[in-house]
């Protein structure tokens, strides 16, 4: 198999599993308890946070263990809007769904929202964020990196954009997280967004970063853990598993993403030579591993399936739902031409593969495609 999927689900980093695995199996306690088994999953949960606060430039108070990428930002679109008298929302065309359909299910509750249009390399313009804040901007939303084409966002002046004329800024910064580098002391951010499956973690494990004194809006009431703000018995193994991936993903981001960038450009040459191929996204201003290209004349969906028959793992931005074909709103908000709308691809990178692999899969890439317009 060659895993060309890690924007999708990253593999589980070791490290990672080996503070997890004791507390899926002798230590069951759980961390409420007062018993030493109970503490000791406590002081995991401590420990982990700790980790993850460093990590990220963080203070432990600011960080609050959630389900995932999707928890961590409805809590936060949710605690900067509904405790705030101001009504209005900004953010982009190019959110996560977990973004975009929390700020859609406020606009049915009263707020208005603003959704910015990234210039065609897939970049939001700062300047579109100014004109678009108010008085009456609660909330600004803007991911760091995107998780269909890999634009990264210039989030740091946006940040402090917000900070000057009065709005909370939330990031969603699950495919950016050991990718970029994310300082929470000089980011003037209030929340941030991480997924642990997508850094090496467990899946159904996440953080929001909350600033201290940034307003918070429990979503899930119950028995107060997590300081009142996330009820339910802690994901202890998940939330161990997540401080080891963080401090390690977090670690030599430089050393990784020299390396992947050298796979990620042979992959966008080599992808570039195939007749009527787009590659979707600024060529510079993205991730070190995202890959995201168009082939006119195939339906990206099927040109999936394909390549798992030879055993490549990748993603189309568009889905083919009960015979219909959505397309990516993504895509669609880069204006990408219509030919090229239907048949795109996203191969995403990591450290772990290798230069045979993207060779073998730009060879396959286009062996598929060729076959699809022929059929
Ligand atoms: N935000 C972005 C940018 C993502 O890529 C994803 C997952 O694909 C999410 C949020 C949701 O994260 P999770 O799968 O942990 O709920």
Known sequence: ????????????????????????????????????????????????RERCASALGALPEEIFFTSGGTESDNLAVLSGTLKSPKRKIV????????????????????????????????????????????????LVSVMAANNEIGTIQPIEEIAELCRERGALFHVDAVQAVGNVPLDMRTLKADYLSVSAHKIGGLKGSGLLFARKGAPLCPMILGGGQERGIRSGTENVAGIAALGAALEDVTRNISERVEKVTALRDLLITRLESIPRSRLNGSRTKRLCGSVNFSFAGTDGETLV??????????SSASACSAGKQTVSHVLKALKVPEEYLGGSLRLSLSEHNTREEVLKAADTVRECVERLRNS
């Open 305 to 314: 399936l394909n390549l798992d028959l030879f055993g490549i793992c990748a």
């Open 1 to 48: 198999m060659i895993y060309l999927d890690n924007a999708a689900s990253a593999p589980v980093n070791l490290r990672a599993l080996e503070a997890a695995m004791p507390f899926m199996t002798e230590n069951y306690a759980n961390p409420s308890s007062a018993h030493t088994a109970g503490r000791e999953a406590a002081l995991a949960v401590i420990e982990a």
């Open 91 to 138: 953010t982009t065309q190019i959110e996560h769904p977990a973004v975009l359909n929390i700020i859609s299910e406020l606009e049915r509750h009263g707020f208005e929202a603003v959704y910015l249009a990234p210039d065609a390399d897939g970049i939001i313009n700062v300047s579109s964020v100014a004109a678009a804040l108010d008085d009456n901007t609660a």
